[in-house]
């Protein structure tokens, strides 16, 4: 059975980091790209980035509201993807949802983690 | 960015009434859509990609159509678990992006 569990979620301060991990199992994870979105309280949904498998590069994308403050890697021997988010904001809270890419390449995402939720505030 | 725009925003109906929700892109996105349900405190569940292709293991109640800058869900025949909120993703560029979401309601 596929599964993500997302890990790491917590009340900080702005202008502070927090590090959140998304354990995978069930599958061959090093196989497929693992992306981060969010949802704020009471909000629809928001991509945060993604992580392409070492097949294509390993390669990162991320969206405008992120890029620079946020890093998203992967470590394949742990079936772990991280995210690591800096420089945070109040806009930042949200449950941050670890997903995983459709093996066919093409971003839309097949499974979901439950969520952690991020708070920022001071 | 392509910005993506559902409606209605809300939507009250009965079980077993046939529902459609409708997406639409602010470019063309050829088939590129995936539809997502969500049930409260739950995570996102994919139910139809590439704008009517059907998920392994969603019921088959659910279709989708569409293509370009217009897109579709239907459901045939609402049932209790359908009561949830519905969001269309494009795929065609970076950055992903969602609609609003569509909340469907007990009427």
């Known amino acids: 059975e596929v599964q993500l569990v997302e890990s790491g979620g917590d009340l900080v301060k702005p202008g502070r980091s927090l590090r959140l991990s998304c354990t995978a199992s069930g599958f061959t994870f090093g196989d497929y790209a693992l992306s981060w979105f969010r949802q704020a309280p009471g909000k629809g949904l928001e991509w945060v980035g993604l992580?392409?498998?070492?097949?294509?590069?390993?390669?990162?994308e991320y969206a405008a509201s992120v890029k620079g403050r946020f890093n998203i890697s992967r470590d394949d021997s742990k079936s772990i993807a991280y995210l690591q988010m800096n420089s945070l904001k109040t806009e930042d809270t949200a449950v941050y949802y670890c997903?995983?890419?459709?093996?066919?390449?093409?971003?839309?995402?097949?499974?979901w983690g439950q969520g952690t939720l991020v708070t920022v505030s001071s | 960015d392509i910005q993506m725009t559902q409606s209605p925003s809300t939507l009250s109906a009965s079980v077993g009434d046939r529902v459609t929700v409708t997406c639409r892109a602010s470019?063309?996105?050829?088939?590129?859509l995936a539809w997502y349900r969500q049930t409260p405190g739950k995570a996102p569940k994919l139910l139809i990609y590439k704008a009517s292709s059907l998920e392994s293991g969603v019921p088959s109640r659910f279709s989708g159509s569409g293509s370009g800058t217009e897109f579709t869900l239907t459901i045939s025949s609402l049932q209790p678990d359908d009561f949830a909120t519905y969001y269309c993703q494009q795929y065609n560029s970076h950055p992903l992006t969602f609609g609003g979401g569509t909340k469907v309601e007990i009427k």
């Open positions: 997903c995983r890419r459709d093996y066919s390449n093409y971003d839309y995402f097949d499974y």
């Open positions: 992580i392409r498998s070492k097949t294509y590069g390993g390669t990162t």
């Open positions: 470019q063309s996105i050829s088939s590129w």
